[in-house]
């Protein structure tokens, strides 16, 4: 039997949690909260659960949910979309990701990403047929190079993915990003696939850039939003897409045959939760600077180097100062024999980069957090 992905294995997280549990070792690698989601929220599909909402959901997401989205949409960005043509719930963001992908880009079609780069978006672009270019960000910031982007840009060029906040590095792209990347692809055929599962997690006064901002990007923009992430429930698998009419119709072809509708207790529950307390995704950013700056404040005696993050729930640490050995084998040393679970860097990228990069989660109790520092002051 010939592969179509004969090169892809096991995915990084799903390794390193595996080998977390294996050895006893607290789980800062896979970015879950290991906190329960707003109690408000576990009530609400409780009550949906036993009002009989258990069928299925319209394909394209319930109405009042999405209905919820566009209200949403509006208070953070000022945008007003249509829930009927421009939003479909999806079974979390990577299936989101996925079916954007498999839908608009064709044999041959070129697709730019950003290394460091979720490790989804390559495998799914090579399904599609495509080519995937993958351009480095500057370190040590993981800003976008914009003279490699103008120099990859081609007729060819289909698509450009985009995630921000940014995952693994916590980096935020600016105004002045979104503005060059409107003059570069003006006169181009080129649509946006923008992951923006961490919408809510920026910090330090930043602002999230989102498509949905720029009214010339936001036409030519798929924009893929996670409700696990904002809500703490990454494993109830469930975000939303929203885009303009004529994307999202080509959106649904794919969707509706990947994942015909999303559990409707979720939905239901998620809407009720949208209207009675946005004051959860209003404040999300300050909830985790405050364990942003916990951490690092934990890790300032260790010999790892820390630039703080920007946005995400996750920490970028150097340990060029501990060790020179690859990231891979020194995360498996440190789960093995520490006790401390993180991901490598270099996983994200096309080409192994020389960097000493690991990813730390910080979405954790500060129990979790301060009892996993006390174990990386002693390495």
Not at 69 to 94: F, H, M, Q
Not at 290 to 298: G, S
Request: proline share 5%; aromatic share 10%; charged share 20%.
């Amino acid at each position: 039997m010939r592969s179509k992905l004969p090169d892809v294995g096991t995915t990084i997280f799903t390794v390193m949690s595996r080998m977390a549990s294996d050895h006893a070792a607290i789980n800062l690698s896979q970015g879950f909260p290991d906190f329960d989601a707003p109690a408000g929220l576990l009530d609400r599909v409780n009550h949906h659960m036993r009002a009989g909402h258990n069928q299925y959901a319209p394909m394209e997401g319930l109405p009042l949910l999405r209905e919820r989205i566009v209200t949403k949409t509006a208070d953070c960005y000022g945008r007003t979309l249509n829930a009927e043509s421009e939003i479909t719930i999806t079974s979390g963001a990577t299936e989101a990701l996925f079916s954007a992908i498999e839908a608009l880009v064709h044999t041959g079609d070129e697709v730019i990403i950003f290394d460091p780069a979720y490790d989804s978006y390559d495998p799914a672009i090579r399904l599609a047929g495509g080519l995937p270019v993958h351009l480095p960000l500057n370190t040590p910031s993981f800003s976008i190079d914009w003279n490699r982007v103008e120099t990859a840009l081609s007729s060819k060029t289909r698509m450009i993915i985009l995630n921000s906040p940014h995952n693994p590095t916590g980096a935020v792209i600016s105004q002045a990003d979104t503005n060059i990347l409107a003059e570069l692809i003006r006169n181009l055929d080129v649509v946006l696939l923008s992951d923006e599962v961490y919408e809510h997690m920026c910090f330090d006064t930043v602002r999230h850039e989102s498509m949905h901002l720029h009214e010339e990007l936001a036409q030519r923009s798929l924009v893929v939003s996670s409700f696990g992430k904002t809500y703490h429930t990454t494993g109830w698998k469930i975000g939303y897409c929203a885009g303009p009419a004529n994307l999202m119709a080509e959106f649904r072809r794919v969707h509706q045959f990947v994942q015909f509708c999303v559990a409707s207790p979720l939905q239901f529950a998620i809407a009720d939760f949208l209207d009675t307390d946005k004051s959860h995704y209003q404040n999300l950013s300050n909830f985790y600077a405050a364990k942003r700056d916990r951490f690092f404040d934990l890790l300032q005696p260790s010999r790892f180097k820390l630039r703080p993050s920007a946005g995400t729930y996750f920490q970028i640490a150097d340990y060029s100062d501990i060790s020179r050995e690859n990231d891979i084998e020194f995360t498996r040393w440190m789960t093995v024999e520490k006790g401390v679970a993180a991901i490598p860097i270099s996983v994200f990228y096309a080409e192994q980069p020389r960097q000493h990069l690991l990813r730390f989660c910080f979405a954790k109790n500060d129990a979790t957090l301060e009892q996993a520092a006390d174990i990386l002051c002693t390495i």
